[in-house]
């Protein structure tokens, strides 16, 4: 276990240091809550199971016996909770002999600090899910549909077929476009058409001006042409566009779509814990949290890794 002593901080022993510029740094405000919707959990796995609908009635001829339908379960997305916890240890003395302790008070440090660790540590299990969304090992599991978040070939269900929520192209008006036509002619298990649609546009910092002029010009973006931009004409994308800073794919992108299956299941909030060894009078500071975030429904997410 590492141990913080006076000889790693030993600036904060002598008086005139002005600031800790590591902890002045801004922070963005939380992104994974855009694109993820919180579920409380109160087990150690849930488990999140896909009924398919029934199909389309059959003419019934005259005096014969109408045609019975079932329900059918399809796939099965289990979420299994993790804890997430990082502490640290410091010597008696340290705290003792710190000289700045009286302005800002070590604990209040202490947990700042840990408080940003597991914030980060938050963004960056969320966004693993959009970055490995176009990775084969990365499944929800055996009993799920068997592929990546984002794949050509999602099977519907127990009664066959498949739809694609993927597309190798880069960013531009024509790829967004035959992506919301995509998303447009998606239909549940049965092949019944459902109402989805995209709302967002998420992209990394290297695109946010592409995505501005894509998304904000009244005009169509690139040309000279007198035509409107039809996706922005149409709302087609009303929730406009995010940077997500913690995508790693410099040209990778997605639509988020009015499908709540990105989720974040919750079982123990955010904690903070301050004890004391008595051998050592070393003080020990921790910080726990256990979720875990995952896909119950694919078609809450179309995806490009870009080309």
């Given at each position: 276990m590492a141990t913080v002593t006076t000889g790693q901080i030993a600036?904060?022993?002598?008086?005139?240091?002005?600031?800790?510029f590591q902890t002045a740094y801004d922070r963005f405000a939380m992104e994974s809550n855009q694109i993820f919707k919180s579920v409380d959990s109160r087990k150690a796995y849930e488990e999140r199971v896909a009924v398919s609908m029934l199909g389309l009635a059959s003419e019934k001829p005259e005096g014969q016996n109408i045609e019975y339908d079932d329900f059918e379960l399809s796939f099965v997305a289990r979420f299994v909770n993790k804890v997430y916890a990082k502490g640290i240890k410091i010597t008696d003395e340290t705290i003792k002999d710190n000289q700045y302790a009286a302005l800002a008070g070590m604990m209040r440090e202490r947990s700042e600090a840990l408080a940003i660790a597991m914030r980060e540590t938050y963004e960056h299990v969320h966004a693993n899910i959009l970055n490995r969304a176009f990775n084969v090992a990365f499944t929800m599991g055996t009993n799920h549909d068997g592929v990546e978040l984002c794949d050509a070939a999602h099977p519907l269900g127990p009664y066959g077929g498949t739809y694609s929520n993927v597309l190798s192209a880069d960013l531009?008006?024509?790829?967004?476009?035959t992506a919301l036509?995509?998303?447009?002619?998606y239909t549940d298990a049965r092949g019944l058409k459902i109402k989805v649609s995209g709302q967002k546009l998420i992209v990394p910092p290297a695109l946010r001006f592409e995505a501005a002029r894509l998304l904000n010009t009244v005009a169509q973006p690139g040309?000279?042409?007198n035509d409107v931009n039809a996706i922005r004409n149409q709302s087609a994308l009303?929730?406009?566009f995010m940077v997500y800073?913690?995508?790693t794919d410099t040209d990778a992108w997605f639509i988020k779509t009015n499908v709540d299956g990105l989720l974040t299941m919750n079982r123990e909030a955010l904690s903070f814990g301050r004890d004391e060894e008595f051998d050592s009078s070393n003080v020990k500071f921790k910080a726990s949290q256990r979720y875990v975030a995952g896909w119950d429904d694919a078609r809450a997410i179309f995806g490009s890794p870009g080309i």
């Amino acid at each position: 276990m590492a141990t913080v002593t006076t000889g790693q901080i030993a600036k904060a022993l002598t008086p005139g240091v002005q600031a800790w510029f590591q902890t002045a740094y801004d922070r963005f405000a939380m992104e994974s809550n855009q694109i993820f919707k919180s579920v409380d959990s109160r087990k150690a796995y849930e488990e999140r199971v896909a009924v398919s609908m029934l199909g389309l009635a059959s003419e019934k001829p005259e005096g014969q016996n109408i045609e019975y339908d079932d329900f059918e379960l399809s796939f099965v997305a289990r979420f299994v909770n993790k804890v997430y916890a990082k502490g640290i240890k410091i010597t008696d003395e340290t705290i003792k002999d710190n000289q700045y302790a009286a302005l800002a008070g070590m604990m209040r440090e202490r947990s700042e600090a840990l408080a940003i660790a597991m914030r980060e540590t938050y963004e960056h299990v969320h966004a693993n899910i959009l970055n490995r969304a176009f990775n084969v090992a990365f499944t929800m599991g055996t009993n799920h549909d068997g592929v990546e978040l984002c794949d050509a070939a999602h099977p519907l269900g127990p009664y066959g077929g498949t739809y694609s929520n993927v597309l190798s192209a880069d960013l531009s008006e024509a790829a967004l476009e035959t992506a919301l036509i995509q998303i447009d002619g998606y239909t549940d298990a049965r092949g019944l058409k459902i109402k989805v649609s995209g709302q967002k546009l998420i992209v990394p910092p290297a695109l946010r001006f592409e995505a501005a002029r894509l998304l904000n010009t009244v005009a169509q973006p690139g040309t000279a042409n007198n035509d409107v931009n039809a996706i922005r004409n149409q709302s087609a994308l009303s929730g406009g566009f995010m940077v997500y800073h913690y995508l790693t794919d410099t040209d990778a992108w997605f639509i988020k779509t009015n499908v709540d299956g990105l989720l974040t299941m919750n079982r123990e909030a955010l904690s903070f814990g301050r004890d004391e060894e008595f051998d050592s009078s070393n003080v020990k500071f921790k910080a726990s949290q256990r979720y875990v975030a995952g896909w119950d429904d694919a078609r809450a997410i179309f995806g490009s890794p870009g080309i």
